[in-house]
């Protein structure tokens, strides 16, 4: 192998450890034969293992290069890899875990992708090469669904296959200054999301079995993968997107609640006439202003595009009005609800439809976001 003299490619290399005292000798050595052209310090990050893990790698830290940071009053696989990141020296900054189960052999060919210009590279099972040793159905399941959901929501990492690994690395001017919310363990969906990455590389590996020791992740674990989601989402600006929605909802409940209002109380119309008069101007209202403000990086086109768009609006809120009819009429007829009651639940429900589908079918908002893979 081609000797390492880019003293840009110093190299920190993280790993957080619980409970993983018999792996880290087998660890330590193997990396260093894997980076014997390479400088690099590696940093395991233990969070007072019981088993003694971190006793363990300061005896053999005259050995190795390595250095450890010992958290006594915090839990967790994202937060340990943050800490470390703050200990790090290197320009290129590693994640990888104790346990073997990312081959510490496969790391020379991750760093001569970032040689090449990557500013990420993420080991992946899922590229062409790469697999898995064990086949736990179950896990492998979890898996499926968790990358699924992912990249529904997500769109900006659907063109990574493997977006909840724990084995990459990355120059560190990606994550520097930025804040990284260390929640639950997949700290690559994070720095994917939050970091400067231009340009990023999936190099395949095979995620081994685990020889020593147990996994630590629970079901907990993966219920907290579900929050963590939530808040990217929230960050990414579909959350924010919503909330315009809301907003332009409101107006549009202000008019068709007034309209409502002015036609039952002064223009004494019949109710359900008043309701669906008072709905149609609201749902131009609500086009208008969602074209103007909160669909406005997607509203693209001519005046047909216009025109369409605003038909298809139409054609949503017609949904809504079926929508609203379906809880008006029990409500108000059968359950004796008063009708401004009635009317203000059947336009909850209807936001909820609303946004939805014009989110998905009006605008595109999802379809039109596709990354490719070498971004
Ligand atoms: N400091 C610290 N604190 N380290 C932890 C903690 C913790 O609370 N929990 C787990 N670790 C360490 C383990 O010691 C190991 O080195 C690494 O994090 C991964 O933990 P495992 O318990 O072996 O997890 P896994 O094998 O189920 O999951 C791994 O593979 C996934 C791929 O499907 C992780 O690397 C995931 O990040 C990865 O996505
Ligand atoms: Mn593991």
Redesign the pocket.
Known sequence: MKPNTDPDLYLSLI??????RDNIEPLLERVHKALSSYKYELIL???NSPDGTAQMAESLASKYPVQVVL?TNE???AS?VVAGFGQAAGRILGVM???L??PPEAIPAMLDAMQGGADMVIGSRYVEGGGMEEWDSR?ELI?RVAKRITGLFLPSVRGIKDP????FFLRREVVDGVKLAPTG????LEVLMKGRAAKVVEVPYV?RG?ERGK???TFKEELNFLRHLSRLIWFQGDAKRFLKFCVVGATGFGVNFGGFWLLTRLANLYDLWALIIALEVSILSNYTLNHLWTFRDKSTGGKRAFFVRAVKFNLVSAGAIAIYYAIYIPLTRFAGVYDLLALFLAILVGLVWNFSVNFVWTWKVRSASTVPTDR
């Not at 790993?15 to 993983?20: H, L």
């Not at 363990?185 to 690559?188: F, S, V």
Request: overall charge neutral.
């Open positions: 790993v957080p450890t619980y409970n993983e990050v233990d969070d958290r839990r967790g696989l340990a875990d104790a346990d189960q990312h896990r898996s909840l690994a724990g084995f363990y997949k700290i690559l995620f685990r996994s630590n992740l």
